[in-house]
């Protein structure tokens, strides 16, 4: 059964970091590109991050640019965002999605094959 779990949301106060994970089981992600998206309420889901497979390219919404990274652990199966200088616009469900896709550069609008659950980041004061 293939599945992505995240987790790591919480909630934070303007300014400070998160690390999200997001942990595949009953595929690897060497042959996907992993994207990170977060849906507000009352906006549509914007595509946050993505990494490419094999070679790890990624890439970013232009509005977390410089305060988010994307890194995978194939060992580990899993794909993390760290989070930092988080801002209120940031408050969302996040959610990570795979792409069967080799050889490619990863992009947040094509289909996704699989999707998490989503986990639950609040940035307020």
């Known amino acids: 059964q293939a599945q992505l779990v995240e987790s790591g949301g919480g909630l934070v106060q303007p300014g400070g970091s998160l690390r999200l994970s997001c942990a595949a089981s009953?595929?690897?992600?060497?042959?996907?590109?992993i994207g990170w998206f977060r849906q507000a309420p009352g906006k549509e889901r914007e595509g946050v991050s993505c990494?490419?497979?094999?070679?790890?390219?990624?890439d970013y919404a232009d509005s977390v640019k410089g305060r988010f990274t994307i890194s995978r652990d194939n060992a580990k199966n899993t794909v993390y965002l760290q989070m930092n200088s988080l801002k209120p616009e940031d408050t969302a469900v996040y959610y990570c999605?795979?792409?069967?896709?080799?050889?490619?550069?990863?992009?947040?609008?094509?289909?996704?094959?699989?999707w998490g659950q989503g986990t639950q980041v609040t940035v307020s004061s």
């Open positions: 999605a795979a792409q069967l896709l080799l050889f490619r550069l990863c992009a947040l609008n094509p289909p996704y094959d699989y």
């Open positions: 990494i490419s497979s094999p070679d790890g390219s990624t």
């Open positions: 009953g595929f690897t992600l060497d042959y996907y590109a």
